[in-house]
């Protein structure tokens, strides 16, 4: 079959997705040499003439609008043109798959995965709403969990531009009813707080395998959304104040951007109302390694804990306030101690004076100096010095290209300003056990410069470790023959 071109310039390929207001398309734009995501837009049958003309117009304006949008969390939009009668939208293609696909695979989420998640959609709406551009369409099919680690929000296709209006002379309301805020079911409102309730309206699907209004048919949704408390939350835990604050029918007593943000990294806690299986080891921090465990499952997260921070490191420099984000850094040893590791597959160096040997309940063993203070959290077991720290966790459900995921967790937590004076070393694939990527920067807290190291390493299909190593950036190279005898000495659970 011959090719089929738009616009003389884009070759499409399969379909990506298709809704009420259209068919989106991976494409090739064969100018850039580039595959892109094509949105042909598609009008309801009941809106004819002049109303069709008019949301035409309208989409692109608003597409044009969203374009200037730039954050990792944003599906960009590369450009809006018309072609034989119909509208179109060029956009950032995403491998990926959306959180409407997760769920309906894999069901529920945990709640910190869900929160992880929250905390993105949420960064890209507020990106919009400073720019003016209200999303209106937030759900989990428009929510993307990307292969390179990202989450990112796409399809501003209904977006509104603060001034403008998407009425028709048919009365059509756009979006996608369960995910709608209870203003603009009845009277059209669309304002940033409308696009938080569609968020809330999201979270809770993530979360509990199903809207909060889940109903026969479309006008009943619409009527249960406009009048009626949404089901409640079974398997919320931590994000129930999170829910509860969002998913409140008027918009004035709704919870706001920041407030929202507060409650989502609070969520990242998991507490004692969990029940262990779902509770994954996430956890705010100044330097978390996240392993992406595969679309529809957790986030392993690794970081130093709170509570007696050692000598050196205080609490606010080891653990942020709710309003600091986590982040999801591994990092790398230097070269020789990402070469000299690599031996942990074979022979074991000799235990030295002054090191333990410690063997860890759920099977794997290290070397570690004698004298540091051991803790355990979750999964997490850490070791503490004066000015030192090292975490290791693991999970059974490891993510097999590391390398992309850290990268995409690095744009994103760069984009946030969560590393003040951030100063990237490297993301690499070092060769440790069967696949291992590092990442290691720098950073200013508390006036002290601090450097990190973590390591992602999968160990067999069905096993992976995480390193966390920090200390202070004046005592990083003293520190790196402790590290490397860490990883040399590294045995997994058999």
Known sequence: ?????????????????AGGMGRVWQARDELLDRDVALKEILLPDEIVGADGEALRKHMLREGRAAARLAHPAVARIYDTFESEGRAWIVMEYVPSRSLQEVIDADGPLPPQRVAEIGLA?????????????????????????????????TDFGVAAVDGESLNTSSGLVFGSPQYMAPERVRDG??????????????????????????????????????????????QAFELRPVLDGLLRRSPG???????TKR??????????ATPRSNRPAIAAAVAVLVLLLGAGAAWLTLRPDSGNSPAGLSPSSVAPSPSQPSASVPASPTPSAAVSSAAATTDRPALPAG????????????????GWTRSKEGSIVYFRAPGRVLGID????????PVADWRGKANYRKSNGDFPGYREIHIREVKYFLKAADWEFTFNRSGVRQHVNNRGVVTSKHQAYGFYWQTTDAGWKAAQPDLTLVFDSFRPAT
């Open 121 to 153: 959609v949420l960064a890209a709406l507020r990106t919009a709403h400073a720019a003016g551009v209200r999303h209106r369409d937030v759900k989990p099919a428009n929510v993307l969990l990307a292969t390179d680690g990202r989450v990112v929000l």
């Open 189 to 234: 409102d669309t304002t940033p707080a409308g696009d938080l309730w569609s968020l809330g309206a999201t979270l809770y699907a993530a979360v509990e395998g199903h809207a909060p209004y889940q109903r026969p048919s479309v006008m009943e949704t619409i009527t249960a959304i406009a009048v009626e408390e949404p089901a409640a939350a079974t």
């Open 253 to 259: 007593e709704r919870i706001d951007a920041e407030e």
């Open 263 to 272: 409650r989502l990294y609070e969520a990242l806690e998991p507490s004692s």
């Open 355 to 370: 090191w333990t040997d410690y063997h860890d309940p759920t099977g794997f063993s290290v070397y570690v100096p004698k």
């Open 394 to 401: 693991q999970t059974d459900k490891p993510q097999w290209d």
């Open 1 to 17: 079959m011959a090719p089929v071109y738009v616009h003389e310039r884009y070759r499409l390929g399969r379909t990506l997705g």
